[in-house]
């Protein structure tokens, strides 16, 4: 960094102002810091499934991190997903599940979670094409 002359013998050199900040006011960066997962608080729960079905898997993410899962009617709890959940803090393991599952799954409240269907259950657009029967006599092919 270079200064420029002073304007008056006697004062300090004069700073670019397109350089930025004095070296003193220049805000320090602290090393970024990678957040540990939050376990869960029961380690009595298995978190490991292969081929259980979703509503399993909430009710075991529930017991296993004091929290509790509203299940929307339009999902099938029976939906079977596999997936290794140990490990990871609550919000990777919604990730995990919804995805598997295709399922969203919003906060609602601290500790409570709605579960829905991702997509389905949305009225139609339009109405379905109908088709109209054909005479008899155009049905026959000799």
């Not at 017991?63 to 140990?86: C, K, N, R, Y």
Request: hydrophobic share 40%; net charge neutral; no cysteine.
């Amino acid at each position: 960094m270079t200064a420029r002359p002073p304007l008056v013998a006697g004062l300090p050199a004069r700073r670019d102002p397109n350089m930025g900040p004095p070296p003193a006011m220049r805000p320090r960066t602290a090393a970024p810091s990678v957040p540990e997962p939050i376990p869960a608080r029961r380690l009595d729960v298995s978190l490991k499934f292969t081929a259980r079905p979703v509503g399993e898997v909430y009710t075991a993410l529930a017991a296993a991190h004091g929290v509790t899962f509203e299940i929307d009617p339009a999902v099938d709890p029976l939906t079977t997903v596999s997936a290794d959940l140990g490990g990871r803090n609550l919000k990777d393991a919604i990730a995990v599940v919804s995805r598997l599952a295709g399922h969203k799954v919003i906060r609602k409240d601290d500790g409570l979670y709605h579960v829905f269907p991702a997509s389905g259950g949305e009225p139609m657009a339009e109405k379905p094409v109908h088709e109209e029967p054909l005479p008899a006599a155009a049905q026959a092919h000799p």
